[in-house]
């Protein structure tokens, strides 16, 4: 079961965190061609990438066939350190970021 969706027609790449259908998206953080979905406690729901292929230098076929979409999360003190990492049969991308968790919590 794939856990991400790609709508070509607006080059939109979104990876599903969501674990348990009662998470519900309360906020969100922009950061860029990156936007994530912020459920209650700060847990990561979800990643938005606008203009994927243009920033993962893919192209929509290959975003299309991802074997590999996933969202790796690890606490760090009061930081989350957030890694999105995609893979094709051909090539691997991955980029991370540190969030603050008080201003995640601002943010929502």
Known sequence: MKNYEYAE???LLYIN???NEKE???GT???GN???DIGEGGKILG???DCASRFLRMSPSQIINLKTAK???IKVGNALAI???LATEQQKFSVQYVLEKEKMINYC
């Open 9 to 11: 027609d607006l080059d």
């Open 17 to 19: 965190n969501i674990q």
């Open 24 to 26: 519900k998206v309360i």
């Open 29 to 31: 953080i922009n950061l």
């Open 34 to 36: 990156i936007i994530f």
């Open 47 to 49: 990643v938005e990438i």
């Open 71 to 73: 969202i790796d999360i």
């Open 83 to 85: 890694g999105i990492l």
